[in-house]
């Protein structure tokens, strides 16, 4: 299984640690909080690259393969500049401390993060001001089931060797 809950919750926490926003989902069911603020989303719930390696652990078979994750970031402020200094420095945690808190925490990579963007909208006659950019992780996806041996087979219709 992908965990996600443990990568969305070391993710976000630190996130919002180390730019002092709150950092919520994009489609939640918490209220928008003051600006400034961040949103994430997952575009890219990912599924296995490949085939799965399978390991027997004791009595467990264990598959495991390489799954890709996409994130989805947006900075909300009150200013223009404010917005793309939030995008810059939410980008910059994940170059350097998310890196590695992901890493050694939910043993999830960053592969690479994209270039910050304007995504400013305007409402009626307010603008809502707003940057984002996307990431991609890389993760595992490990499923572990009983193992359970083949003791003995019953074959017909095939002749005896020798």
Known sequence: MIQFEAIRKSMIEGLSGALGVQVIEIDGVNKVPPVPFMTY??????????????????????????????????????????????????????LTAGHQILKDEVNTVVVTIG????????????????NGFEIELRT???????????ESVNVEGVEPLG
């Open 115 to 130: 270039e910050s963007i304007n995504n400013d909208v305007q409402l009626g006659t307010e603008w809502e001001r707003r």
């Open 41 to 94: 989303n997952f575009s890219d719930e990912g599924s296995v690259r490949g085939h799965m390696a399978v390991t027997l652990e004791g009595d467990k078979m264990v598959h495991t393969g390489d799954v890709p994750l996409s994130v989805m970031f947006q900075s909300y402020a009150h200013d223009r500049l404010g917005a793309v200094v939030l995008a810059n420095r939410a980008r910059d945690w994940f």
């Open 140 to 150: 595992k996806n490990v499923i572990q089931e009983d193992y359970l041996p083949i």
